[in-house]
């Protein structure tokens, strides 16, 4: 169905969500469900005089990582900006519940979304639900559901509150993990709080450095397919299980995060107090020394989540 | 939303087997192509859904061009239009029918 790239050369940034899935798994080994063909398209963007896709933007389906069996989703971030629309949703929620029955080795979520899709917002809303619900369940029953974020559109919205559910994150430079997104900051809170256009500004807030530094991702990627499939490699096997114990590290851990960077105004702040030497210097690390400097912060790594 | 539709009898059959294959992304200026292999190896059917109105000649030429260069013998394709330029349809309409040809 796909053209096959070079994982290694191919930058997960650039790659459409089929090229991701074509690259990241076992070659030749993935199997699509509601495929393109069956055209499962969204029944409400025609009312908006908008383009359908023939996926709604989303490719589901099974196949091998390293031999093993599992369970993938694909976001396709430049179809509507990767937004839940019904079907959309419904394919990922699908896909989930679909994994208490196979009992994979893990379900892999490719996000790439700036949340639900404002034109079927109330059945998109309702989808967001339902996968946290369903992610919580599959958790439960044991499998792990590994979330990969390295795509323009980041995971916003309800997007970073799945990202959440997850058991294990992996983020690239580029990717970005928040739930209210720079623009919809600045429309609230004005310019002089957050100023959108500020790219600086807005990846260290909400980018993949941070994130992995403050331990809200757990694995950091170079921007290429196979580092990816490292990362997602790695994680599925440093999993936490699914138990009021973790519940609870993670509780105190969020809180213990507030309670010590609560008054920071910038991220660098944050840095500094985890101990990063020159927090000014994060941002242009190469991935060698970035890994080495999270390797020295105790906060960037933890059994909770 | 538009919809147009176009009927093209070739001698030039699409080589290969390859079932049905997809390219392209539904995004501004850019358009998918999903191609099938399920009709007679001499017919070639088109169909585009478009936002933008107005084009149907445009379309209708860019489509003429492809059947007449290329073998698209047995297809049916189906595109979803994000506003994609007359270059960019001929490109992805090229790409889809060579991945059909594996």
């Not at chain 1, 369970?71 to 394919?91: C, D, L, P, T, Y």
């Not at chain 1, 998109?124 to 390295?150: F, K, N, Q, S």
């Amino acid at each position: 169905m796909t053209t096959v790239s070079e994982p290694d050369a191919l930058s997960w940034y650039e790659a459409t969500a089929r090229q991701r899935v074509a690259a990241f798994l076992d070659a030749g080994s993935f199997e699509e469900f509601v495929g393109p063909s069956e055209r499962a398209m969204s029944p409400h963007l025609t009312l908006f005089d908008l383009p359908r896709a023939f996926d709604d933007g989303i490719v589901v389906g099974r196949g091998r990582l390293d031999g093993r069996p599992v369970s993938i989703a694909a976001q396709e971030g430049r179809f509507m900006g990767g937004a839940f629309g019904e079907v959309h949703g419904a394919k990922l929620v699908g896909l989930l519940r679909a994994a208490l029955d196979a009992k994979p080795a893990a379900v892999l979520i490719l996000f790439d979304t700036g949340g639900v899709r404002l034109q079927e917002a109330n059945a998109g809303e309702t989808a967001i639900a339902e996968t946290m619900r369903a992610i919580v369940d599959v958790r439960g029953a044991g499998v792990p559901v590994i979330g990969l974020i390295g795509g323009r559109a980041g995971a916003f919205g309800g997007g970073g509150l799945i990202a959440a559910t997850c058991s294990r994150l992996a983020v690239s430079e580029g990717g970005r993990i928040s739930v209210s997104g720079p623009e919809v900051i600045e429309t609230n809170k004005g310019a002089e709080e957050f100023d959108s256009r500020d790219r600086a500004l807005v990846w260290r807030t909400m980018g993949g450095k941070h994130r992995r530094l403050i331990g809200g991702a757990d694995a950091y990627a170079e921007d290429t397919v196979s580092a990816f499939r490292r990362a997602a490699l790695a994680l599925i096997d440093a999993a936490p299980p699914f138990d009021l114990a973790t519940l609870e590290a993670e509780q105190e851990r969020l809180e213990r995060r507030v309670a010590r960077f609560g008054d920071c105004r910038d991220a660098t702040e944050i840095w500094a107090r985890l101990g990063v030497n020159d927090p000014d210097a994060v941002p242009a690390m190469t991935t060698d020394t970035f890994d080495e400097t999270v390797a020295r912060i105790p906060e960037a790594s933890h059994d909770a989540r | 939303m538009e919809s147009l539709t176009f009927r093209h009898t070739t001698t030039t059959p699409s080589p290969g087997s390859t079932p049905r294959a997809i390219t392209g992304v539904v995004a501004s200026g850019n358009l998918e192509v999903l191609l099938e292999r399920v009709l007679a190896p001499d017919a070639c059917e088109v169909t585009i859904e478009t936002p933008v109105r107005g084009y149907g000649d445009v379309w209708e030429a860019v489509v003429a061009d492809f059947v007449a260069r290329g073998p698209a013998g047995g297809l049916r394709i189906s595109i979803n239009d994000g506003g994609a330029r007359p270059d960019a349809v001929a490109l992805r309409l090229a790409q889809g029918a060579r991945l059909m040809e594996a």
